[in-house]
């Protein structure tokens, strides 16, 4: 059986039910596991991990390349499985066990966790579980819909378990792009010199002797959940074509802009959208996850290639890609993390990378993960690893949340995830601050006069007038600074703080 799906004749003899694998794990141990942002996870072994714990417990450290599917990290979390959690999750009950100090979750940028894995920071890693399409007549598998920080686990891990996805059509053979990078002092050049550069294979190598068992399994990714375009990130989008529009009358880029990154989300995703509806042409992607709008994108004729580490996508545009494989098979690549986030390579491309903020300073600085400073959202993800080495970062985000009862613009940001140094355009609703070859001083007013509500506007400008009046080269009144953080806590609005100042 599965001869088409298991080509390595031995292999044939590891498979075993999800429920079988499940007993392989140890207590306080470290776990690979294959998935970037839903897709090309484990759908079977980890949710029987979670199943198994909550007659037999136990903790283990658990490493992944972003977030899982079907509510993984929601029920591995209320078996009191997770110990350790890195580097990215966007399940809620998760994340409450995160907020909690139930779970210790380590919130990194998505090109460096594979590097101190490498590097031993950890305890060795004893089980990798990897998501497949099939496995080669050498052991070596073909991945599904994300590649992610598998081909690392496989290199590492003690041992391996491998689930073999039925529900991934065969014809996805030849859509990745594994390279190894190797490891300190003989690290190898990266060398990817567009979105379109193919510079390893398909498949990842293991050893097939440290393969313990095989779980076939005939599910679907969870669909991502994309809002339609709305009037906010409508607006958002029209500011960023009208700046692309000047940057092309400027000479400073053409009309095929340089490669495209975008982060995931609502907001994201209707940026991209935008694009549409705009008259560049001939566009690339150079980013780590494929949404929806990607594949609107290549539909049009909009974008010629894209290049990611994952295929993430709402479930009509799920069978719409693999039902019709074909279309999309020369216009797309998936590879490893720790190549699609390489500084180098998105400095040498000159990424324009579009991530979310939750929330924006007077002074460019950027919170994307904790609300109220202290309580994780989700994590940091890529756009760090995007933000510091792009050719241009642009943040984007509403203007306000929650009914204009939160500004999403405030004189300080209660937690810093990139910093001013890498912040060069803010984008709301409102309007677009351009804020490249500005001094702090100049940006704060461009921020404020062209990206703030109305009903926050008056108060950042009082505030920083006041804050002049102490000197400095960011000028703050720190005891007033969070004021509007506490107004909030007390009454559910930051607008009477904003009002009274």
């Not at 591995?76 to 979750?105: C, W, Y």
């Not at 989300?265 to 709008?293: P, R």
């Amino acid at each position: 059986m599965y001869s088409d799906r298991i080509k390595h004749a031995g292999l044939r003899d590891k498979i075993i039910t999800a429920q079988q694998a499940a007993y392989f794990f140890n207590n306080n141990t470290v776990v690979g596991c294959s998935g970037f942002t839903k897709s090309g996870d484990s759908k079977a072994v980890m949710q029987a991990l979670a199943e198994r714990a909550l007659i037999d417990p136990l903790k283990i450290t658990l490493i992944t390349g972003a977030s899982l599917g079907h509510g993984t990290d929601g029920r591995l979390s209320d078996a009191h499985v997770l110990e350790r959690r890195m580097p990215f999750q966007t399940d809620p009950i998760l994340r409450e066990s995160i907020n909690k100090g139930e779970v210790m979750f380590i919130d990194q940028h998505l090109s460096e966790t594979i590097e101190q894995v490498k590097s031993n920071v950890f305890q060795p890693m004893d089980i990798a579980v990897l998501e497949a399409t099939m496995i080669e007549e050498d052991g070596s598998i073909v991945p599904t819909t994300s590649v992610g920080n598998s081909v690392v686990f496989a290199q590492l891990a003690q041992r391996i378990i491998i689930e073999i996805n039925l529900a991934i059509p065969l014809a996805l053979k030849g859509l990745h792009d594994i390279y190894e990078t190797g490891s300190y002092l003989h690290r190898k050049m990266i060398p990817v010199v567009s979105a379109s550069t193919r510079i390893g294979g398909p498949c990842i190598k293991l050893d097939p002797a440290k393969v313990i068992g095989i779980v076939i399994t005939n599910t679907l990714d969870s669909p991502a959940e994309i809002a339609p375009p709305d009037n906010t990130t409508i607006a958002i989008a029209g500011h960023l074509s009208a700046f692309f529009a000047h940057e092309v009358k400027m000479g400073r880029l053409t009309k095929s802009l340089l490669p495209l990154q975008a982060g995931i989300g609502k907001v994201a995703n209707g940026v991209l959208h935008g694009f549409l509806h705009s008259d560049f042409e001939n566009l690339t992607m150079y980013s780590e996850v494929l949404q929806d709008s990607t594949f609107d994108l290549i539909d049009a004729g909009k974008l010629l290639f894209a290049s990611g580490s994952s295929i993430t996508v709402s479930a009509p545009y799920y069978h719409k890609i693999f039902d019709d494989f074909d279309k999309y098979r020369d216009k797309i690549v998936l590879r490893p993390q720790d190549i699609t986030n390489a500084a180098g390579v998105i400095r040498r491309l000159g990424v324009i990378a579009i991530n979310t903020a939750m929330e924006c300073d007077i002074y460019g600085n950027i919170n994307s993960t904790h609300t109220g400073g202290t309580h994780m959202m989700n994590g940091i993800g890529g756009s760090g690893d995007f933000a510091r080495n792009a050719f241009m970062s642009i943040f984007v985000s509403p203007s306000t949340a929650k009914n204009n009862s939160i500004s999403r613009i405030v004189p300080m940001v209660s937690h810093v995830d990139h910093t001013e140094h890498d912040t060069d355009i803010i984008v709301t609703e409102n309007g677009l601050a351009d804020l490249r070859g500005l001094a702090p001083r100049e940006k704060a007013r461009r921020i404020i006069n062209h990206c703030t509500h109305a009903d926050y506007k008056d108060a950042l400008l009082d505030y920083y007038e006041r804050a002049l009046l102490r000197g400095g080269h960011t000028p703050h009144i720190l005891e007033e600074a969070f004021s509007w953080y506490g107004q909030l806590q007390q009454t559910g609005s930051m607008r009477m703080t904003a009002a009274a100042l």
